[in-house]
């Protein structure tokens, strides 16, 4: 493999070249925006170079594309200045060495540890949000409750864990409701929409017609939540 850069219209395209058993030049870009080239062994430089050149716009937009995507995924380190959201505000992450706190003032979030590494940063921090978590759920399910008791539906035992994909669950069985973690994020709102849904599955197990005819009937605007969670209030962490 070798790297070659080539001019174009005053910017210069940079690609990674390698000679291959092939029948023709053969230009892709990775996900990480490199420019990989292959090329039949005989092939002339400036064919090659003839050859990137004409892909030159297409190249730009493929690497601003990837350029954008890398910037709108927040990083999952926790660093000095990052953005880290609880109940949906931004707070910015002031860090600094010492023993374990963490408090918020303002618009400042302060954390003091005296963890050397990401993971045990990470996690100082997820269980501070969780106890943070476990007493706003229990408020907001206190909160709803009035509402949907009238309904049969049984006062759920609350579970917190830190998911990936869902924002909560239930077993109807053991009258469990499990949210994610991550929900401590989001505004009061949302948090409310949540647990107004997973209490609705213990009349309605499925997302049936009559499941959402309820859930409206507590929360006309539910969806209102939805879209905020969709695209609000990552941070990463
Ligand atoms: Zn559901």
């Known amino acids: 493999m070798q790297l070659h850069s080539i001019p174009y ?5 940079e690609y990674q070249l390698s000679y291959k058993d092939v029948k023709y030049i053969n230009l892709r870009i990775t996900a990480q925006g490199n420019v990989v080239v292959s090329a039949p062994k005989h092939a002339a430089f400036s064919v090659i170079d003839d050859f990137v050149r004409s892909r030159a716009d297409w190249i730009f937009q493929h690497l601003a594309e990837i350029e954008q ?9 926790l660093y000095d200045g990052k953005t880290l959201y609880l109940l949906g505000k931004a707070y910015t992450l002031h860090l600094s060495e010492g023993p374990k706190h963490i408090t918020t003032y303002g618009d400042t979030l302060h954390m003091t540890t005296l963890q050397k590494t990401q993971e045990g940063m ?3 921090y ?7 978590a476990k007493r706003i759920f229990l408020q907001v399910l206190e909160d709803v409750y009035p509402f949907v008791a009238p309904y049969g539906i049984p006062y759920p035992i609350l579970k917190i864990r830190n998911m990936r994909s869902i924002w909560g669950s239930c077993n ?20 409310r929409e949540v647990i107004y849904h997973e209490l609705a599955h213990f009349r309605y197990p499925n997302h049936n017609q009559a ?3 309820l859930l409206a009937e507590w929360m006309p605007d539910w969806k209102d939540a939805k879209t905020r969670m969709e695209t609000m209030y990552r941070d990463g962490i």
Do not use: M
């Open 122 to 124: 990470r996690k100082e």
């Open 211 to 213: 499941f959402y005819a």
């Open 9 to 13: 219209e005053g910017i210069v395209i």
């Open 172 to 191: 109807i069985q053991q009258k469990v409701i499990r949210l994610n973690l991550q929900l401590i994020k989001t505004d009061l709102f949302c948090i």
């Open 69 to 77: 995507r890398k910037q709108s995924l927040p990083s999952r380190q």
């Open 126 to 132: 997820l269980t501070w949000l969780q106890h943070k």
